[in-house]
């Protein structure tokens, strides 16, 4: 096989329909089906079922599109570095960040590197684990700043762990719940929850903590990927959220408090994601250093000692 029949490939797999894949690729239809077909003869296996309306993945195609997409990956990491050492330029940082890191870290992070490195360009995509981890797989990311996957999700992954939060159940200052010292988990269900969009490992965790407790999950009477939303709704209501304690620490968090209810509290480590064996450019490794110093300095300033 050739990079081109890989990359017709790819095509059509995200397509699910030549028609369309050939359309993208600006070929005829017939010389995409031709590929197709001398490609699954090369490797002696079907990789496309038939549908009446476009194709789908066998087996034996989704094990070559993870393959693939390693390659188209790997790749465009080649020409990004052969085009930096040519020009010399700082270029573009594309870098997708959990709403945590929006308000925190990584503006302080920006802000030094635009003062040390003026030249440098960056573009925030801002959203949730999946997503930005599917994202950091195509390439599209050069790294995420986010939650820490866990260990089966991060195989594909370089994580760089920057800080540990506590995690659990948090409410405005007077909640009737404030009153109790420990708050038992079957009571939080009387009340209306906040929680975050339904594909998010966050809510997904949620979920399973209430059923490994033999409790049904809490019903939402909101999701956002806003974390200013939800806490602005939260210092106006009874409802209950879970979040890290240190948004209780930004002026976002003034007026909210956190419960304690020990089956929900837990730990949470977050940092740096990149693609394993990936090419990190100069001015990605230039901001991945400025956020270290900026989670340096707080853990320091702690523990009570000089940043």
Known sequence: MD???????????QRKNISLAAADLNIAQPTLT???KLLEEQLGVKLFERLPRGVTLTSFGTTLLRHAEAVHVQLKDA?????????????????GAGPTWLRRYLPAALARTFSAHPLIRVRIEAGFDESLLRALRQGELDFVVAEIPSPEDRREFEALTLTSDRLGVCCRRGHPLTRRRRVNMRDLLQYPWIK??????????????????????????????SVALQLNVLRQSDALATTVSKTLQTPEGDGLVMLNVPELALTRDA?????????????????????????????????????
């Open 79 to 95: 020409g990004h570095e052969i085009a930096a050492q040519r020009s010399g330029a700082v270029g573009m940082v594309v870098i």
């Open 34 to 36: 031709k590929s197709i």
């Open 271 to 307: 940092g740096i994601i990149t693609r394993k064996d990936g090419w990190v450019s100069p001015a990605a490794a230039g901001i991945i250093d400025a956020l270290r110093a900026v989670c340096a300095a707080e853990v320091a300033g702690r523990n009570g000692s000089e940043p």
């Open 196 to 225: 975050p969009p339904h594909a998010t490992r966050a809510h997904r965790r949620l979920d399973a903590l209430f059923v490994a407790n033999d409790l049904p999950p809490p019903s939402s009477v909101l999701e956002s990927g």
């Open 3 to 13: 990079l081109r029949q890989l990359e017709y490939f790819l095509r059509v797999a």
